[in-house]
């Protein structure tokens, strides 16, 4: 697996990265346990959840899709998600800056292209279906931005890390020990 196959990674090994405590300084909580490992119980589930992963970001610039999953994962609480997606933000040249500013994006703007400010737009808006729809001035500035076949991809993607979300969240996923390419 390379770096980009991100998601095969959400159910896996959990040796790696958690922080670790400096000599002399106070010990961080201790890690909670995931409820469940859930690709491992519906291992078809998973398969079929990695392949529209791989289908849903085709065509879409990665550090762009690393934005979207990222602010989407904030929106969504998902500690799991937001650990591995700024890792593989970082290794895709994402610069720390941008990251860090995405949790704010509307007051930077000035740190992204109109188009990623469109696909934020976009992305808080399907995330957080409080009104029960996308309302059409959001998705018109998404189509100035994005021809109809990237803004199909674009739309897949963001559905896409809401379930994966959705996954990690309700099944208490452990953040810290994913690493970009650990299975490459």
């Given at each position: 697996m390379s770096a980009n196959d991100n998601?095969?990674?959400?159910?896996?090994?959990?040796?790696?990265?958690?922080?670790?405590?400096?000599?002399?300084?106070?010990?961080?909580?201790?890690?909670?346990?995931?409820?469940?490992?859930?690709?491992?119980?519906?291992p078809e589930v998973y398969k079929a959840m990695v392949r529209l992963d791989r289908a849903a970001r085709a065509g879409l610039d990665p550090r762009l899709a690393e934005l979207v999953k990222i602010r989407a994962s904030q929106l969504n609480h998902c500690a799991f998600c937001l650990d591995m997606h700024t890792k593989d933000a970082l290794a895709a040249g994402e610069s720390v800056e941008r990251i860090i500013q995405v949790a704010a994006w509307e007051e930077s703007r000035h740190f992204y292209t109109e188009k990623e400010l469109a696909a934020l737009e976009l992305t808080e808006a399907v995330t957080v279906l409080t009104d029960g729809f996308v309302p059409d001035e959001v998705y018109e500035r998404a189509a100035k931005q994005f021809d109809e076949a990237e803004l199909a991809q674009l739309v897949a993607a963001i559905t896409v890390i809401n379930a994966w979300n959705r996954f990690a969240v309700t099944t208490r996923m452990v953040p810290g020990h994913y690493r970009p390419g650990q299975h490459g």
């Open positions: 998601h095969d990674n959400h159910d896996s090994d959990t040796t790696g990265t958690t922080p670790t405590t400096p000599a002399g300084s106070t010990e961080y909580a201790p890690e909670h346990t995931p409820r469940l490992a859930w690709a491992q119980h519906s």
